[in-house]
């Protein structure tokens, strides 16, 4: 099946810094998802990019699939940034499951 | 516009006992999705549904556990039997008709956590 690798898995940030997390798939895609997890386990969605790029406040990424990887932008980081962030992935064949990397843990310190 | 929506957000069963799970799609999306979460990885698959259908179960535990998603009501995950490995954070998700511009895009509940003692 398809393979789906986040880097870094931990990040340790002061307030205010930027950041890159990339997420590698092993196949085409019809669908690549990012997701903030926060520490209180909520899901948020936040980007649908199975390719090209998009912006939304402090936070943009950029999937390209002919190279089968994306990145997540996040620039001057808060706090509230903390959790964890998740790459997920469908595989082309339009099967509509979600394959998930195992994440970057965020830390922001004020 | 409500979101996706799980209950009960906590659940504490005894080894054993029965686990049900539920889940009502955002208004407007006919497609569900299960998927469960151990501490500290990623969420894995379980299953796919449409109204009335089983889609794709390929994630499903062959024993003890089914899901359905009828006419009218929510999705149910059905866990029987309980055991401790089964503790864990169970999500939904949910995702429009084909006909709709994003239609694989999924949206997730805020997740059951399951404890079994």
């Known amino acids: 099946g398809i393979q789906v690798e986040q880097s870094p898995p931990d990040l340790i940030l002061q307030e205010g810094a930027n950041s890159t997390l990339r997420c590698n798939f092993s196949?085409?895609?019809?669908?690549l998802q990012w997701f903030h997890q926060n520490p209180w386990g909520q899901l948020i969605n936040l980007f649908y990019i199975p390719s090209g790029t998009k912006q939304n406040g402090r936070l943009s990424a950029t999937t390209v699939a002919t190279e089968r990887y994306s990145l997540l932008y996040i620039s001057s980081s808060q706090t509230t940034d903390s959790g964890v962030y998740f790459c997920?992935?469908?595989?082309?064949?339009?099967?509509?499951?979600?394959?998930w990397g195992l994440g970057t843990s965020l830390a922001v310190n004020p | 516009n409500a979101g996706v929506m799980q209950n009960p957000r906590h659940l504490v069963r005894r080894r054993g006992q029965e686990a049900r799970l539920r889940c009502s799609p955002m208004k407007g999306h006919s497609h569900v999705y299960w998927y469960r979460q151990l501490p500290e990885e990623g969420l894995k698959f379980m299953v796919y549904l449409q109204k009335e259908n089983i889609i794709d179960e390929s994630g499903m535990p062959k024993e003890r556990f089914s899901a359905e998603f009828p006419k009218e009501g929510p999705s149910i995950l059905r866990i029987q039997q309980v055991v401790r490995g089964d503790s864990a954070a169970y999500f939904c998700a949910s995702s429009p008709p084909r006909d709709r511009g994003a239609y694989n895009e999924q949206f997730f509940g805020p997740g059951t956590r399951l404890t079994v003692l």
């Open positions: 997920a992935v469908e595989r082309a064949g339009n099967n509509r499951k979600l394959i």
């Open positions: 196949d085409s895609v019809n669908n």
